[in-house]
């Protein structure tokens, strides 16, 4: 363990005597590769799932759905819960947006992304990961706030797992954009990023129009386009 500013950052190993020959070197290699003051922060790498769950908003009558490019990333299987197997047919790297299509669908309710949300009370709408609703597939709802500045704030705490690719809409129930859940950030004495970034709808629309596909332009409500995204990995 090591001390600075008042604050101790250590590691403890423990370990069964009898395989000290084989983990003995492995502390001595933990110890010499333990930085616990960093000089520049260091994201979280959490492990790859082999479900994961995300949220996504429907954007179309034809099945286009917009969710947050890193849930889907590497998935042998995509899944849209209640609508079937989806295709992902683009990304938007710069954004971190991806854009699914499920097919054979009739009964879809798309939300418009043709108002402008306004500063002020906001929501974020999605699914939250079974494990975080005891198996459940509900809607959640979680205070925000718009920023003048086209960003997002949150005003109580949301469940990060399942809520990627969240809707946000404003006071009125006008769609803002989709939420992209950050990983958090440890042993750093640095500032730390917002946990939550708005994917606004202005990049939303562009994103779609150069995929060819037109946004509904009448109101839609958000709770009817919003869907759970599953990602199945090897």
Do not use: W
Request: charged content about 20%.
């Amino acid at each position: 363990a090591k001390m600075r500013d008042g604050e101790v950052r250590g590691f403890t190993m423990s370990y069964d005597q009898a395989m000290e020959t084989i983990v003995a070197p492995v502390v001595v290699a933990m110890a010499s590769a333990f930085t616990p003051f960093p000089g520049h922060s260091a994201p979280f790498a959490a492990l790859a799932k082999t479900v994961d769950y995300g949220t996504g908003v429907v954007v179309s009558a034809r099945g286009h759905i917009v969710t947050a490019a890193g849930i889907v990333d590497n998935c042998q299987v995509l899944l849209v819960s209640g609508l079937g197997n989806a295709e992902r047919i683009a990304d938007d790297k710069a954004h971190g947006l991806a854009l699914l299509r499920v097919y054979g669908r009739r009964d879809l309710h798309p939300v418009a992304l043709t108002a402008d949300a306004r500063a002020g009370d906001a929501k974020l709408i999605g699914i939250p990961d079974p494990r975080e609703q005891n198996g459940r597939a509900a809607l959640t709802e979680v205070k925000a706030r718009l920023t003048p500045a086209h960003g997002i704030e949150l005003r109580q705490p949301a469940p990060m797992a399942g809520f990627a690719g969240a809707a946000a809409v404003d006071a009125q129930g006008r769609f803002a954009g989709i939420a992209e859940m950050r990983n958090t950030v440890v042993a750093s004495n640095e500032p730390t990023l917002a946990p939550v970034r708005l994917v606004g709808s202005a990049a939303i629309r562009d994103f779609l129009t150069a995929q060819g596909v037109t946004p509904k332009a009448a109101y839609g409500d958000a709770k009817d386009a919003v869907v759970r995204v599953i990602c199945v990995r090897k």
